[in-house]
Every structure is written in structure tokens, then in C-alpha cells.
Nanobody, 117 residues
């Protein structure tokens, strides 16, 4: 079992930047594909970015060119660097870990990102 702790959210003006962190513990980090999701009020949770165990990356169209997902396997941590933030990026951001061979899934507790115009 893996425990995920999301951090790094906050209040920022449009055009600003934040870096989210997802610290994992309790299991071998390299077994897991890592993703960031977000959920805005009244909306469904949506995929923002994903990084595989091999380092392959995917992004939602809405964040391409602005957000970068990465992982540091030595630190058991995944990151989401968010640049040029927009008010529509306001949401609770959640980290997700998926074990590759059996799709066992874990979620972080979420971190609030608020972008003011």
C-alpha cells in the first residue's frame, strides 16, 4: 500500500506559477504510474497530466505548454509545475498512483489551487 501527500497549492494571480508535490511512502515508488487530476466546484474530476514509470508523459489539451509533470524516484515524489496560471485552473488538485501490473489505485488528499484574475 502507498500513502500519498499532496502539497504546494495556494492563491496566485493569473500568470503566476505554482509547483505541486506528491510525496509517496509505504511502497516502491517506481512500481507506479503517477498522475495529477483536478476537480473544480460543480465539475467532475479530470486528468491534468500523467507520467509513466518509464517517464512517458501525457497532458490535457488545456494545460499543454503551461504545465510540466515530473518525478524524482530517489525522493519518491511526483511534481506538477504550473506556469502561466489562469482563473479556470482553479480547482482542488489530486495526485494519483496506479500500480502498473494490477491497476491498484491510490489518491492523495488534494491541495487547493486558486487563481485570481
Amino acid at each position: 500500500q502507498v500513502q500519498l501527500v499532496d502539497s504546494g497549492g495556494g492563491l496566485v494571480q493569473a500568470g503566476g506559477s505554482l509547483r505541486l508535490s506528491c510525496a509517496a511512502s509505504g511502497s516502491t515508488f517506481t512500481y507506479y504510474d503517477m498522475s495529477w487530476y483536478r476537480q473544480a466546484p460543480g465539475k467532475e474530476r479530470e486528468l491534468v497530466a500523467r507520467i509513466s514509470t518509464a517517464g512517458g508523459k501525457n497532458y490535457a489539451d488545456s494545460v499543454k505548454g503551461r504545465f510540466t509533470i515530473s518525478r524524482d524516484n530517489a525522493k519518491n515524489t511526483a511534481y506538477l509545475q504550473m506556469n502561466n496560471l489562469r482563473p479556470e485552473d482553479t480547482a482542488v488538485y489530486y495526485c494519483k498512483a496506479v500500480r502498473t501490473w494490477n491497476q491498484l489505485t491510490y489518491w492523495g488528499q488534494g491541495t487547493q489551487v486558486t487563481v485570481s484574475s
